[in-house]
């Protein structure tokens, strides 16, 4: 389920390599691998079904470019149409483009995110446009749900409406704009209660709130992990209010995020934000770009390149780097290396996130392998001489069973890793090669023994 | 609880198998169940959430059994659902509270906003209505208003509610709240924990380290810990599934929201992937809107009969 659409598709077409054009055949067959990776990543199913139809269009008798084989061909066909339909290259700003005082409306389901993404927004707008905003919460419903904005407010030092106790939601909305006329406020955001779309009489009182309030901006407020559900929400919401924009919440999280192409594809709204995180800091521009890739399992390379940084003791990996470059990657850097690692987490989730490392990823998912393997690995090169982790290849049999008794492990366990350690440094001796450019382009792969499994040809990556 | 209880989960489930439901009328009405009208029903089924996979194999045994033959929509429906029902049956075991622990502990788990507190508060009210004494504890040391919220669903189940200071150490407070339970005969204690995200190392460990502490009190504590998952959650649940399980070793699941259009299928591919106990489900906002998990009304509800 987590392999990457480029490893199918790799799979797809090993056969076909060297060929004219694309024909139909062939694009059907990689198409069904690509409705597969979209479904898996929780497109809702009639979005697949339009994007496919478009796909199949663009890449039956489409040129195959001589560097390229025909799988990264489609990829790339269905990577360009991705990104379009997610809204192109570059983010869409909060329109902020009316008469003050301007009311934004934040909607959605219970539990989406609404109430941290409005303090967030207050936040960014107070501080990136330098307006003064005002936050009232019309949440009525949800036990100190007033309360919470009323406190996010306090952090995030944006004011937020004096709570009177027996207000309707309308009542709410009435007060916050003629407080924010009175006391010239630029910026309201109206924070609604969760609702669900099949909820008539919600989705007539946040009717009531949107006629009341005229907002500027209506955002649908949507976490990254939902389902098919997305198209029924997204419809209902649109329908009822006319969504002008969408924020894709939780975008920390590892969920591919096929919502977002979901929404976007029902609504038409461009989705405008993303929420990275808990602190009030975490709200980004939506990049159609890098979302792209993570709903096809071509990984986020920005993600990861962010999520590694915020861990990683940059020195660390700067001195480790350098020592790659320079083709001096010895055991103890590996070590390092481990250390690195598990503090970034999860190790599955972060392959999850690298291009082409579904197949290692599904491998380390099946057999268990985690954090527990990367202890052993460091114990094993802690029972090494200091000698022994410069210079691995004096490591010979009686060596072995020394290292293996030291770390409690077997002689096994001590060759898988010097197995590994040698696979790695060719590795990186390629990845030298090819510079920073060709492993962005062609991902980990590129890097990969051909024909084998990622790592130790056909073994276990560990 | 016992008679209402079908006619409010029918209501709840109805509406958000309505569409599906309308998908399979209208792919099955007296018609010979070949290719097409297969693929349709796993379409019907991706839709549902149940993943490409155990869509894919629900049909192939579906196939097995009644290829080529003329249905009608009741026939289809009817056998579809005990296909699925099948899968979840071993999973539909409710949360027995073991008087041999006293108290009770049950550490509530899950990723931001997918009902944890919310679900304490309709426990703590079933458990109050079945005679015993809940204590709630406002692990949630985090969000914002998530203790005060706590405090509220405390007031409307007449349960005592142990918090401490914003920003807390949740899993002091817990222990703190282990005791005074021991001294005032609690018989529950559901320990609410702030919303964390699976792939968050440190917060995850957080969690384990809350349960050390349990430990210290009560070596056997706590005794059950359930993930609450949100019903509108996609294939990503899977993943939640897993790494709760690895960290944290969740005891069982508990299903909300599912009084929205969302209809949960994720639960049939977590039922086959895991096997953990779904103990009950949410359907509204209310202190009474939650439903022991039963199997074949949710698989009932998920084709829509
Ligand atoms: N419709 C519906 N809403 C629910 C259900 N369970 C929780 N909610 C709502 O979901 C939102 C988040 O719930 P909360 O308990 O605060 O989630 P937590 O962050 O996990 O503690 C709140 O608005 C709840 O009222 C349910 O079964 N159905
Ligand atoms: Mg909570």
Redesign the pocket.
């Known amino acids: 389920m987590f392999e990457a659409l480029s490893d199918k598709l790799s799979g797809v077409f090993d056969r076909l390599r060297g060929r004219g054009t694309l024909g139909e055949a062939d694009v059907a067959e990689a198409l069904r691998e690509v409705r597969l990776a979209l479904l898996d990543a929780d497109v809702a199913l009639p979005v697949v079904r339009d994007f496919i139809a478009r796909v199949r269009e663009r890449a039956v008798g489409a040129e195959v470019l001589e560097s390229v084989t025909p799988g990264q061909q489609i990829v790339k066909i269905v990577n360009d149409a991705l990104v379009e339909q997610l809204g192109g290259a570059g983010a869409v700003p909060v329109n902020l483009n009316a008469a003050a005082p301007i009311p934004i409306l934040m909607v959605g389901l219970?539990?989406s995110g609404k109430t941290t993404t409005a303090g967030k927004l207050g936040l960014r707008i107070q501080t990136r446009e330098r307006r003064r905003v005002l936050l009232a919460s019309l949440d009525t419903q949800?036990p100190a749900a007033q309360l919470q904005l009323q406190q996010l407010g306090e952090r995030a030092g944006v004011t937020s409406l004096p709570i009177v106790a027996g207000q309707t939601p309308v009542e709410i909305a009435r007060r916050a704009l003629d407080t924010a006329r009175r006391e010239v406020f630029d910026v309201v955001i109206l924070d609604t209660a969760?609702r669900?779309s099949i909820d008539a009489a919600l989705m007539d009182e946040v009717r009531a709130i949107r006629d009341v309030a005229a907002p500027a901006e209506t955002l649908l407020v949507v976490d990254a992990m939902t389902g098919q559900d997305a198209v029924n929400t997204a419809r209902a919401f649109n329908e009822a209010l006319g969504v002008t924009g969408i924020v894709l919440t939780r975008m920390d999280g590892d969920a591919r995020g096929g919502a977002a192409l979901s929404m976007r594809a029902v609504t038409g709204a461009p989705i405008k934000l993303a929420g990275t995180g808990e602190k009030l800091e975490a709200l980004e521009d939506f990049h159609p770009e890098r979302v792209a890739g993570r709903i096809l399992g071509l990984g986020d390379v920005v993600g990861l390149v962010e999520k590694a940084s915020e861990t990683l003791d940059e020195q660390e990996a700067e001195r480790i780097a350098a020592r790659i470059a320079k083709g001096k990657f010895d055991l103890e850097d590996y070590a390092a290396q481990l250390r690195q690692i598990s503090k970034m987490g999860s190790l599955s989730s972060i392959l999850g996130m690298l291009p082409g490392a579904g197949k290692l990823k599904a491998q380390i998912d099946d057999s268990k392998l985690d954090t527990a393997i990367l202890k052993r690995q460091a114990a094993i090169i802690g029972s090494m001489t200091r000698a022994e982790r410069r210079a691995p290849d004096i490591i010979k049999a009686s060596r072995k069973k020394r290292i293996a008794a030291g770390s409690g492990t077997s002689v096994q366990d001590v060759n898988r890793l010097l197995k590994q350690f040698d696979d790695m440094s060719t590795m990186m001796k390629r990845m030298n090669k090819l510079g920073q450019k060709g492993l962005m382009r062609h991902g980990l792969a590129a890097l990969m023994p051909k024909g084998g499994a990622p790592m130790g040809g056909g073994r276990r990556p560990f | 609880m016992a008679l209402g209880f079908f006619n409010r989960l029918k209501a709840g489930l109805s509406r958000s198998t309505q569409k599906l439901s309308d998908g399979i009328t209208g792919a099955f009405t007296r018609r010979k169940l070949d290719d097409a009208a297969l693929e349709e029903l796993e379409e019907t089924l991706i839709a549902a959430d149940l993943g490409t996979e155990v869509a894919a194999r629900v049909i192939a045994a579906f196939r097995r059994t009644r290829f080529g033959r003329e249905v009608t929509d009741e026939e289809v429906k009817t056998a579809l659902a005990g296909e699925i029902a099948e899968i979840l049956a071993p999973v539909a075991r409710p949360l027995e509270i073991d008087p041999a622990h006293k108290p009770f502990v049950v550490l509530v788990v899950?990723v931001?906003?997918?009902?944890?507190?919310?679900?304490i508060g309709k426990l703590a009210q079933h458990y109050a209505e079945a005679g015993l004494r809940p204590m709630l504890v406002a692990g949630?040391t985090f969000r914002a208003a998530a203790v005060e919220?706590l405090q509220i669903w405390g007031q409307r189940t007449s349960a005592p509610v142990i918090a401490g200071a914003a920003n807390a150490d949740a899993a002091g407070l817990a222990f703190e709240a282990l005791t005074r339970a021991a001294a005032e005969g609690a018989d529950v204690v559901l320990i609410d924990t702030a919303?964390r995200l699976h792939n968050k190392s440190v917060l995850m460990e957080e969690l384990r380290k809350i349960i050390r502490v349990i430990r210290k009190h009560d070596p056997s504590a706590p005794h059950a810990t359930l993930l609450?998952l949100d019903a509108t959650t996609g294939q990503n649940a899977i993943q939640q599934v897993r790494v709760f399980k690895e960290m944290v070793d969740i005891t069982g699941l508990i299903v909300?929201?599912?009084?929205?259009s969302a209809r949960g299928g994720i639960v049939v591919a977590l039922a086959e992937a895991f096997g953990l106990p779904v103990h009950a489900v949410?359907?509204?906002?209310q202190a009474a809107?939650l439903r022991p998990f039963d199997a074949e009304d949710y698989a009932r509800g998920l084709v829509g009969t």
């Open positions: 219970q539990g949800r969760g669900l | 899950g931001n906003g997918t009902g944890k507190t919310t679900t949630d919220q919303g609450v909300t929201k599912l009084d929205g949410g359907v509204g906002e809107d």
